[in-house]
């Protein structure tokens, strides 16, 4: 059949159509290149429960100065780790000592960063009824005493070993009796429900119950030091992002761990 020039126009105007749509599908909706789309502004960070609320301060500051979301998602270090191990999650892990050497030696650390220090802190019911003042003090007869236990707290294994040191572990132990506490934050309830004279906690755990509690001021005699790190993951798919957070907690990180106690007295010598 001829073309006339009427279907020779309809036959142009499908070509033009046709060109179209091809190129729509070859344009700006296609992935760049190396098929890998762009991350979003969000990273993950992977948070020891010790660290809640620091971290969760830092966060949210980050999040107000730069429009990132930062999102937290919390456990135990020890629960934690499994997933970094694995590299099945996060972007960063904030947690401490012996965290950061299980991270590296997983070969799941891009570099970390210094927030502060866990310690071993004593504290007492508000007004120290018992005119506590040092750690010996805990050795005196018929005192309460409540402490992390040691099968499975950091805090607990250095008090042992610091009392031991001392001569007066034995006296101590009589006055903990069974008050062993697997969570730091079990003991500071039960010293906010009376049930103990004193106690032994971490630091930042002890800032949380200040409106019961005061924290009697001693010198760092522990032989060990346990270290705050907020650790860049090397898995992470956001490199760039984890950097940018890392500088941020280098300017800000120490300020925001100090306002919620993680610091330690200096050691004496």
């Known amino acids: 059949m001829p073309i006339t020039r009427q279907s020779h126009s309809v036959l142009t105007g499908l070509a033009s159509a046709l060109m179209l749509v091809l190129a729509g599908c070859s344009g700006t909706d296609r992935q760049p290149a190396g098929g890998e789309a762009k991350p979003a502004d969000e990273i993950l960070i992977l ?21 990132v979301k930062v999102t937290l998602s919390m456990g135990g270090s020890e629960d934690l780790l499994p997933q970094v191990k694995t590299h099945a999650a996060g972007d960063l892990f904030v947690t401490h000592d012996p965290y950061m050497a299980e991270t590296e030696k997983a070969g799941a650390m891009l570099r970390w960063v210094q927030v502060g220090d866990l310690a071993p802190a004593l504290v007492v019911p508000k007004g120290n009824p018992q005119k506590i003042e040092r750690l010996e003090d805990l050795a005196r007869p018929d005192l309460k005493v409540l402490a992390p236990n040691p099968e499975f707290a950091t805090c607990g294994q250095m008090l042992m070993t610091l009392l031991e040191k001392k001569g007066i572990k034995d006296a101590v132990l009589a006055n903990i009796d069974n008050r062993l506490f697997r969570s730091h934050s079990e003991i500071g309830n039960n010293m906010k429900l009376g049930s103990g004279d004193a106690a032994i906690m971490w630091n930042g755990v002890a800032y949380n119950f200040l409106d019961a509690l005061d924290i009697v001021p001693i010198p760092y005699e522990y032989d060990t030091e346990t270290r705050v790190g907020v650790i860049g993951l090397a898995y ?16 800000h990180g120490q300020q925001v761990f100090a306002e919620f106690g993680y610091v330690k007295e200096v050691k004496t010598q």
Do not use: D, H, I
């Open 236 to 251: 992470s798919k956001n490199k760039e992002m984890v950097e940018q957070f890392l500088k941020y907690v280098e300017e």
């Open 47 to 67: 948070c020891g429960t010790s660290f809640a609320r620091p971290a969760e301060a830092l966060a949210r500051q980050y999040e107000a100065e730069t429009g």
